[in-house]
């Protein structure tokens, strides 16, 4: 189906060097080193600033039900199986790292405020239950119940259990402390271009002039991925960023520690834009985020935090009261169809692990297990398998003789 899934066999590094560079670490960078390690295999990360990239603004929430959207049935499967790797995944990397990561069976509340949000989620209710996933169709007295500072007029809402969230930085730092304690070792540059030897990936020029090469290597640098340098024009991730806008509130304190103020996620579609709220255990709210396609730009604007304020301030109206302590903007790495690419691409060599748009943290844990299986044996596992860069026809299938490399000597 995909013929790219199958890697030729991982070729051998070169003297001295690891057998695997990855580009990138922010967590999908991190979690594939940590697995590579885990197998056996000697790896290095080049990143500028590791434990970086979108997941320092993310929300971390684990919401494959509440965040489904027609047409991606098969990333939902991709989703489910994450999800259902995050109690283990998290005991593993607890375990490694000596680090909390924040990971809460919390559940998720998405409401509706007006009768255009009601029928959007009969909408996603009745697709939630074609698709067999467990959720609860409330009444607003009862969202009420459950979350007591929700707005007098929410009308209804779907009750997800299985939505849980994690603490994105939390997961980014032990992903770190883990790889260190796993032995991978990390160059801290910007990666400037890919390097290309025999037909063969090789490994990365940084901006410094430093060349780090390996047997085989891994792009993961999320948006920056679609345009590193080097990269032949016909095996570029076809990934763009788009922007999202994010804030911090702290919650007050309950008497017996926590807070009472929100217990659960809580989502809302309002003025067709998505909203989410995520309580954290530490007493952090975060409210996001908008989605924006504007490039590279990362600017936190009035307006954006004025949106954010305003819809969280019509679902949940204390909201106005919290200190607001952080605004922040990221970057979503999106593919095409919103779905990552897992996998490697037409160049031998270079393997794919980006394109991840809402569901990078999500998808940690099993993009962790496909790209080490992938790295160690040569073969991407089934469950990955339609995530494979093959499906774009630009990255995938067998490279043509027009392919432009700039070849490189080994270095
Ligand atoms: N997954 C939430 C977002 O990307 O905004």
């Not at 993961?220 to 679609?226: E, K, R, Y």
């Not at 949106?307 to 200190?323: C, F, K, W, Y």
């Amino acid at each position: 189906m995909h013929p790219s899934a199958t890697a030729p066999t991982p070729s051998s590094a070169p003297p001295g060097h690891p057998d695997v560079l990855v580009i990138g670490g922010g967590v999908i960078g991190l979690v594939t080193a940590w697995r590579a390690a885990g197998r056996g295999l000697a790896v290095t990360v080049a990143d500028p600033a590791p434990g970086g990239g979108a997941a320092r603004v993310a929300a971390g929430m684990l919401a494959a039900v509440t965040e489904l959207h027609y047409g991606e049935q098969t990333l939902l499967g991709l989703n489910l199986a994450s999800a259902g790797r995050y109690p283990r995944f998290t005991a593993e990397l607890e375990e490694a790292s000596g680090q909390r990561i924040g990971y809460r069976r919390c559940g998720t509340l998405a409401v509706a405020l007006d009768a255009d949000d009601r029928a959007h989620l009969r909408e996603l209710h009745a697709l939630q239950t074609r698709s067999g996933l467990d959720s609860q169709w409330l009444s607003g007295r009862e969202c009420r119940r459950l979350e007591p500072m929700l707005a007098p007029g929410v009308r209804g809402g779907l009750r997800v259990d299985g939505d849980h969230q994690v603490d994105p930085r939390r997961l980014a730092s032990a992903l770190l402390i883990a790889c260190e304690r796993a032995g991978v070792t990390f160059r801290h540059g910007r990666a400037a271009r890919l390097t290309v030897s025999g037909g063969r990936a090789s490994g990365v020029e940084l901006a410094d002039g430093t060349r780090l090469s390996a047997g085989q290597t891994v792009l993961a640098a999320g948006s920056d991925s679609g345009r590193l340098a080097g990269v032949p024009e016909d095996v570029l991730p076809p990934v763009r960023p788009v922007k999202g806008q994010v804030l911090r509130l702290r919650m007050p304190d309950a008497p017996a520690g926590g807070s009472t103020f929100l217990s659960r996620t809580v989502r809302a579609v309002v003025r067709g834009g998505p909203l989410y709220l995520v309580p954290r255990e530490n007493g952090e709210l975060v409210v996001g985020a908008t989605s924006e396609e504007l490039g590279w730009d990362t600017t936190v604007t009035a307006g954006g935090v004025y949106e954010l304020l305003r819809d969280a301030h019509e679902l949940v109206p204390g909201i106005t009261e919290l200190p607001l302590v952080e605004t922040i903007a990221g970057l979503r790495p999106t593919s095409p169809d919103n779905a990552p690419l897992l996998g490697p691409s037409r160049l031998p060599g270079l393997h794919l692990a980006t394109g991840h748009f809402r569901n990078g943290v999500l998808l940690t844990p099993v993009t962790g297990d496909a790209m080490a299986e992938l790295l160690a044996t040569g073969s991407l596992p089934e469950e990955a398998r339609a995530f494979s860069p093959a499906r774009f026809a630009a990255a995938g299938g067998p490279r043509p003789e027009s392919a432009r490399v700039r070849e490189e000597q080994p270095v």
